[in-house]
């Protein structure tokens, strides 16, 4: 079962409670080159991304966000790291959240004023910690980024924040290594009602990451521990989003679109059946709404899988079967079997 924290509103998404898990990803670009970054954030959305990130490193970045947030229809948060006073002018630019890393801010007073200032526009902050950016004292006392070393960071970075009396707060402990990071989630939810927002740090290119990520965002979930995750990949960052909504999807805790199932062939299939598949999910892309399509590649799991879902084809020697809601539909030649399954699709499904 989901561990129930408290909610924290980012613009116009809850996250918490017993809110959907928002699945957020971040732009590469350089934040002041407005036309690119406006580009990356409208395709994200389309993907289906809840919240954006951006990185503030200098004040041309500050000077860019009014704009972004004039221009976007979904929550902006900015991403401030060393210097509190671009997080002070993030605040006042109108981003929606701040995440902060209070371990690299400096002297407590500096993070102090970012609480007062997003206090007064009644903003929250993220909690950033990373394995890769612990406290020199920390990591001399440790030696390494262990999960007591996050752990701690993470405990000194709140005690900030509860002596300010400061409770729109999201948490996130992030760390290279998989195994520690799930247990610093695990500790760090037993003992903070917080929101926790879930993902796996410097997880690698596109494949390699996507798999690190599912299998750490995965296990934190099934385990009920997060409230929103990105995906952090070396990669195009809709990819990002498109990896997320499958974790979720996989957990059966989010939907997102049309979801293709294919066998994964072998010496009985007499199909290319990889083709067909590749060519039924790009076409899918069109359709918005939530459905289960199956590709399947012979006459033995080929059935019973098409049937499972709302629509699909089961492929055999030169001819297929085309399937609606488990039932046969028609059988037509190879070559007509995509455009036979978009059509039933076109006729059957409200989309």
Known sequence: MRQR?????????????????????????????????????????????ELIRCAVVNRD?????????????????????????????????????????PGNIGERWKVTE?????????IPI???????SLPDDVLAKYARPTVKAIVQTAKRALSVFESNDFTNVVI????????????????????????????????????????????????????????????SLT??????????YAILRALGLRKHGPLLISCPTCGRCDVDLEGIAVKVDRRLKKYGSDMKVAVMGCVVNGPGEVRDADFGIACGKNVGAVFARGKEIRRVKERDLIDALFEVIDENFDN
């Open 235 to 244: 990669a195009d960052p809709t990819r990002e989003v498109v990896a997320a």
């Open 172 to 231: 996130s402990a992030k760390g290279v290594d998989v195994r520690d990071t799930i247990e610093v989630y695990r500790a760090l939810s037993e003992q903070y009602d917080f929101p926790l927002h879930v993902g796996i740090t410097e997880a690698g290119l596109a494949f390699e990451g996507a798999v690190k990520s599912a299998v750490g965002i995965g296990v934190l979930l099934n385990l009920g521990i997060g409230d929103t995750i990105r995906v």
């Open 5 to 49: 924290k408290r909610v924290v509103r980012i613009g116009d998404v809850l996250i918490g409670g017993e809110h959907p898990i928002a699945v957020q990803s971040m732009t590469k670009t350089k934040t002041f080159d407005l036309e690119n970054t406006l580009r990356q954030i409208r395709r994200v959305q389309r993907a289906g991304c």
């Open 114 to 122: 970012i609480i007062q200032s997003a206090k007064d526009r009644n």
């Open 126 to 132: 993220r909690i950033g910690i990373n394995s890769g």
């Open 61 to 101: 970045d500050v000077a860019a966000l009014p704009k972004i947030r004039a221009a976007i229809t979904m929550p902006l948060i900015a991403d401030v790291h060393f210097d509190y006073r671009l997080a002070l002018g993030a605040i006042k630019s109108g981003a929606d959240k701040i995440r902060i890393n």
